[in-house]
């Protein structure tokens, strides 16, 4: 076996050589000629293991070899780009990364602190791609550069292999030589030896795609690869238009020079096609610090355009930057524009301090001033006379929020000696720092000007003059200024807000209300100046339709429209999502509310948009006033409409219901009533106001369907009062008197109430009138005894009802006598209790007509007479 196949097979050559020192293994199959990137493939499943020389010269490794080999595999077999294997590659390293001022430009997300993130494909340098460990993150870049070039260099025992690779490449036996270059890389994946033979063997054999990657791979594990290789790189993966692959490589040239002003430029136009824009702007900001100030004139012309793009994605302080450093690197290249843009950069900082050093120190500008407690304070200032009027109009803007109102009449008297027509906008500019600053008078002056003037005759410098007016108690001149703002821009929204609520505050509510009136079908309804027509509608009590229906209007945002019977059918029995499913289902069916229609208007988003709260206490307010007005339609549509809205069934879901329960009995609809009144019972069985509104509810009913539903919820609640009570009672009304005594009496037993020795006296009293019963007598008795059984249940406050109803019994069971003894006692019973709710519990007029038939059937008229003119007086 010669030494060639020695070495194939692993074992030591029986010569001399480099290969002593080390054991290598190698377990392959050779590649065919038709095999591309299989032979990676087929060595990736037979990641083994390395002797321990190599594992201990490998020590300062983040990643284990059948990491780092699983990695290369996937880049060669096309799984992964070149951008993502460098990612993935290099965890310890941040893109853009400088290692002097640490500028990072980069449009990934940023990991943890400690944890660097991964590499970029756009740009990254290859000097520190190798990882080290975390506990040495921290160390000096000598010992990095020490522990990478160590890492990277091949082992004794395989330099004895790449060479044996070079040379039978030299001698044409390609295939060989890949075999070789590949078991190197299976053992050994960092040394980029075996790629870079690699890739001059793909490329005589004409495979340029596999030779660029495998470039790409030996550039990027050699530490010491020079910015011509990468821009060749990079060239070349331009002309295969993958973009990103190469911004990636011009940024690993830029590393190895970044003072090239050509591969800064080459490198945001690979961003620029990819359509990374935040990158494109790291990039610039890093050009501007790193390239020579010689390159003076592209320096000012970038910091600019780098400026004003910062200053309109307001990112003030990333345009300071920007243009600090052409200030800093080209002194001698500053305009007036880059110091007027810098002052409009400081001033929307509010840095006013730097605005004054910039000012003197570039516009010749003499200011005298102290510092007083850390502030400045404005002596004196002095101001050539070839200053442009836009910086002189910042320098006063300056010193107005500085507080040097001392010196500030001589600038404002050169401001008005200018002409408005001309320099309207520095009119405008220095009145709105006066305002901030609220010295109103003074910005008035300056405003007022503008007003008459023809090109600055605008809304806006009315809305300020309002403001100003406002300001100094001149309410009705504020008035007419705003109303210009609201004929001049009737969309300006605020403007309408603000005159409304000083015609409010004025008592001219009704031109208040006219001023925020809405074009439903023309314009976009605004919610908070429609919420302000609602409070201001509230307050006037001649306005309740309108307030009403406005108040519809600004609900129906969120609240759901009825449109047919089977959507309040949806509302009354379904819950939650399965509400708004069906409500979007359901289309043409027959109407529920004849009277309600869709309301219409489209609103636009605002900011300022009410709280829940807000609108749900005018949603209160509303159904109160339908209440009052007797609108109970309107009240059961609004309530239901309640019912689909998100915004409020989040918070209020159980006032919802109770609403509706309401507004169904006020609207006399028992339908709907009784299923929302069911569903509270079911949710509050051992609640008695829940069944005495179930009571109340079913009086209303023109069905019987909560018959059914007493029994089947009796059956599983047998002992349950009201149940058993409710029960009885519809037995009672159906004429089975024996199951309604067995439960009445099974409650009174438990329950000694008045109220059950009554129903027990009613039941005996209607059984005894039965044609056919037997013992009439005894049932009589029973019934008498019950009768006063619940007379002394009743109380003494509760006598006058006893009588009546106890004569009542009497007189239907025919004894005359004893009834009409009853009923006078009725008559004749006096209580403190009775005078003071007549309405409610004064029983003498229904006994007087009792006694009045009693009298007229045996013939005594003139008694009749007599009790109905007495106590039956209309």
Known sequence: MDVDEEILLGRQ????????????????????????FLPLQ???????????????????????????????????????????????????????????????????????KDKKPLILPTVHTFEQNIAEIKGNSSAKKRSKGKQMRSRNNLPPALKGLMGEANLRYAKGEHEMAITMCFEVIRQFPWAPEPFETLASLYEEKGDTEKSLQVSLLAAHLNPRSSKHLWINLAEKSEDRQDFKQASTCYSKAIKADVKDFDLHMRLIAMLEKIGDHKSVLKAYMRLLQKVEPHHGEKIVEIAKMLTERYHKDGDL??????????????????????????????????????????????????????????????KACHVPENIEIDIFAKLTMVIIHLGGFNVLDDLLDKIKSMNPEEAGDVYFDVAEALLSEKKFSKALELLTPLTVSDNYNLPAIWLKMAECLRALNRLEEAVSAYMVVVEKAPQLLAARLAVSELLTSLGRKDQALEVLTQDEDSEMLNTAMLLERCLLLQKMPDQKEQFIAVAQLFLSRH????????????????????KRTVLKENKNLQKCFSQGEEVKGEFSQTFNEPSVEEEWHLFWCVCEMCLEMGKFDTLQRLAFSAQGSQKFTAKFSQEIDLLCLSSSYYNADAYFGYNMVRALVLKNLNCERSWNMFNMMILRADDSRHNRFLMRLLIRNPHHKALTILHANNCLVAGTYK???????????????????????????????????????????????????????????GLQESYYNIGRAFHQLGLLPPAIHHYKKALEFKSKFIDNYPQHLNLQREAAFNLHLIYMASGARDIARMYLEKYVVV
């Open 42 to 112: 087929n060595v990736s499943a037979n990641f083994g293991t390395t002797n321990s020389d190599s594992e201990d010269e490998l020590t300062p490794m983040r990643r284990t070899k059948e990491e780092e080999q699983l990695l290369t595999n996937k880049f060669l077999t096309g799984e992964l780009t070149f951008s993502e294997y460098a990612a993935q590659y290099g965890e310890n390293e941040e893109p853009f990364e400088d290692d002097e001022e640490g500028v990072v430009l980069s449009s990934t997300e940023k990991v943890e």
């Open 317 to 378: 302080k990333k345009a300071k930057e920007a243009l600090q450093i052409a200030f800093h690197k080209c002194p001698h290249l500053i305009s007036s524009v880059l110091v007027n843009i810098m002052l409009e950069v400081l001033m929307g900082l509010k840095d006013f301090n730097a605005c004054i050093d910039l000012l003197v120190k570039y516009c010749k500008v003499n200011i005298a001033k102290d510092e007083v407690n850390g502030k400045c304070i404005v």
């Open 13 to 36: 050559p029986t010569e001399g050589g480099e290969n002593q020192d080390a054991e290598v293994t190698m377990d392959v199959d050779l590649p065919s000629e038709s095999t591309s």
């Open 559 to 578: 609240f759901v429209y009825i449109n047919n019977r089977e959507d309040l059918n949806a509302l009354t029995t379904l819950r939650s999502d399965r």
């Open 739 to 797: 199951y309604a005594l067995n439960d009445y009496t099974s409650v009174f037993q438990k329950d000694n109430s008045a109220m059950m020795a009554f129903l027990i006296a009613v039941t005996l009293c209607q059984m005894a009138c039965q044609k056919f019963s037997a013992k009439k007598h005894s049932l009589v008795t029973q019934a008498v005894a019950y009768f006063w059984k619940y007379k002394d249940l009743r109380g003494r406050e």
